[in-house]
């Protein structure tokens, strides 16, 4: 891997008292000389913004597709995944909270250039990339030039986010994407505002967007957090809006909590309560639901919505058993939404 120096930002413009405007999402941070926005990455230096995190992976891992999740999305691949330190939201109940919430100096990056990742997904022979683990908005720039390297080389790229996005950001970052699992993690703006530090409007106009204004496929990610966000009639109220403003094909993910962070103190989600989540979501007419972060064979495999026939089996993240014929069910011959 390559030495390397900070990378000059897109998205921003000078504000009062000599600060910067950082134009990148809708927490529209005001940043001073020296200081670093709300993510942690994105840092004035002598009047310029900078996306310190360009370049600088805290680690690669190729993991099954699945993993994202992502069921609907070359199933069965295998994906190169990486993050940055950093992020733009302030979940409480952050998984992955150890690098989300970590500056880069105090993080164990390593460096890699936009050529370097893409050889580093050529020389394992995965089919795609996923910008993952923290949120992929904020090292946009990095983004950018990978996916456009990656699709060069026939390579797919799979943004894992949170939709927390600014109109005109979204546009350039979203290029040369494939794929998106984006979490819808509430239905409330009360949970938004007081458990992310964020607001659900701006995601739900980032999941319209995906789905009517790009050829982007779109799975999204619900996380089930005991006393949160898990009663019956928000999650009901969930799948009618994705129903009736995404479709009934848009495969949700109704994934466990487990204590983390600054929610030690709440359970574990019980595999019933997801499975009641899921039967709500079929009654409300969505066709493809999934369970996660739990084991449950039948929670996680793949029904033509047609015919009921196991179309993919899994267990946990390992597709046990294919039976589409191209993009469609071996057995009745229904088209399976997806990108196979």
């Given at each position: 891997?390559?030495s390397h120096?900070?990378?000059?930002a897109?998205?921003?413009?000078?504000?009062a008292?000599?600060?910067?405007?950082?134009?990148?999402?809708?927490r529209?941070?005001t940043?001073?000389?020296?200081?670093?926005?709300?993510?942690?990455?994105?840092?004035?230096?002598?009047g310029?913004?900078y996306?310190?995190g360009?370049g600088?992976?805290t680690?690669?891992?190729?993991?099954?597709?699945?993993?994202?999740?992502?069921?609907h999305?070359?199933?069965?691949?295998?994906?190169l995944?990486?993050g940055?330190?950093?992020?733009n939201?302030g979940?409480?109940?952050?998984q992955n909270w150890?690098?989300?919430?970590a500056?880069i100096d105090?993080?164990?990056?390593?460096?890699a250039?936009p050529?370097e990742?893409?050889e580093l997904?050529?020389?394992?022979?995965?089919?795609?990339?996923a910008?993952t683990y923290n949120?992929p908005?904020?090292?946009?720039?990095?983004?950018?030039?990978i996916?456009r390297?990656?699709?060069?080389?026939?390579?797919k790229?799979?943004?894992?986010?949170?939709g927390y996005?600014?109109?005109?950001?979204?546009?350039?970052i979203?290029?040369?994407?494939?794929?998106?699992?984006?979490d819808?993690k509430?239905?409330t703006?009360?949970?938004?505002h007081k458990?992310?530090?964020?607001?659900?409007?701006d995601?739900?106009?980032?999941?319209k967007w995906?789905?009517?204004?790009?050829?982007?496929w779109?799975?999204?990610?619900?996380?089930i957090?005991?006393?949160?966000?898990?009663?019956e009639?928000?999650?009901k109220?969930t799948?009618?809006?994705?129903?009736?403003n995404?479709?009934?094909?848009?495969?949700l993910?109704f994934?466990?909590?487990?204590?983390?962070?600054?929610m030690k103190?709440?359970?574990?989600?019980p595999?019933?309560?997801l499975?009641?989540?899921?039967?709500?979501?079929?009654?409300?007419?969505?066709k493809y639901?999934?369970?996660g972060?739990?084991h449950?064979?039948?929670?996680?495999?793949?029904?033509c919505?047609?015919?009921n026939?196991p179309?993919?089996?899994?267990?946990?993240?390992?597709?046990?058993?294919?039976?589409?014929q191209?993009?469609?069910?071996?057995?009745c011959?229904?088209?399976?939404?997806g990108?196979?």
């Amino acid at each position: 891997m390559q030495s390397h120096e900070y990378h000059i930002a897109k998205w921003w413009e000078p504000a009062a008292n000599e600060k910067l405007l950082c134009t990148l999402c809708p927490r529209y941070c005001t940043i001073g000389e020296g200081q670093a926005g709300f993510c942690f990455i994105r840092q004035n230096i002598n009047g310029k913004l900078y996306s310190i995190g360009y370049g600088r992976p805290t680690g690669f891992a190729i993991d099954p597709i699945e993993k994202k999740p992502l069921n609907h999305f070359l199933p069965g691949s295998e994906i190169l995944s990486f993050g940055t330190a950093g992020c733009n939201l302030g979940c409480k109940f952050c998984q992955n909270w150890s690098t989300s919430k970590a500056r880069i100096d105090s993080t164990n990056s390593i460096y890699a250039t936009p050529d370097e990742v893409v050889e580093l997904a050529l020389r394992y022979n995965t089919p795609s990339i996923a910008y993952t683990y923290n949120d992929p908005v904020i090292f946009g720039e990095y983004v950018i030039d990978i996916s456009r390297i990656a699709r060069k080389e026939g390579i797919k790229n799979v943004l894992v986010t949170a939709g927390y996005i600014d109109k005109e950001a979204r546009k350039e970052i979203y290029k040369y994407v494939d794929a998106a699992n984006v979490d819808l993690k509430a239905f409330t703006e009360t949970f938004y505002h007081k458990l992310t530090f964020s607001h659900l409007n701006d995601v739900l106009d980032t999941l319209k967007w995906i789905k009517h204004e790009t050829e982007v496929w779109l799975e999204i990610t619900n996380l089930i957090i005991p006393g949160e966000n898990d009663n019956e009639e928000e999650i009901k109220q969930t799948c009618d809006w994705i129903v009736n403003n995404l479709g009934d094909e848009v495969p949700l993910h109704f994934t466990a909590f487990h204590p983390d962070f600054k929610m030690k103190d709440i359970p574990r989600t019980p595999a019933t309560k997801l499975r009641h989540a899921r039967e709500i979501a079929k009654q409300t007419g969505i066709k493809y639901c999934y369970l996660g972060n739990v084991h449950d064979p039948d929670g996680q495999t793949t029904y033509c919505p047609s015919c009921n026939f196991p179309v993919i089996k899994r267990d946990w993240h390992s597709v046990l058993q294919n039976n589409l014929q191209h993009e469609n069910c071996q057995k009745c011959g229904n088209r399976i939404a997806g990108i196979f």
